[in-house]
């Protein structure tokens, strides 16, 4: 099986944006703006986290049955957070 060429400028925007996604990360840190830092911090958590999967993984250049399967993996994932968090949300404290 082939592997998809990339070229060299995709990986370095893409370096760039982890680099500056965690810097955006660490300077959310030092701002107290209550619950939205939780929120804010897993959007830019999950941003990383598709860059990674999508252009360092080549998960942007495989077939259709790939992208199912790791869609049906993103699915299980958020179907295991919601059931935790519905059984943490619910318990008397």
């Known amino acids: 099986m082939a592997e998809p060429t990339v070229a060299r400028k995709i990986y370095l925007r893409a370096y760039a944006g982890l680099l500056s996604l965690t810097l955006l990360t660490t300077l959310l840190a030092f701002v107290n703006m209550g619950w939205f830092n939780t929120v804010a911090a897993l959007m830019i958590a999950v941003t990383q986290a598709?860059?990674?999967?999508?252009?360092?993984?080549?998960a942007l250049y495989e077939t259709a049955l790939?992208?199912?399967?790791?869609?049906?993996?993103?699915?299980?994932?958020?179907?295991?957070?919601?059931?935790?968090m519905t059984d943490y949300l619910t318990r008397s404290r």
């Open 50 to 58: 598709l860059l990674i999967g999508g252009i360092f993984m080549h």
């Open 66 to 84: 790939v992208r199912v399967i790791l869609a049906g993996g993103v699915l299980w994932f958020l179907i295991l957070i919601t059931l935790t």
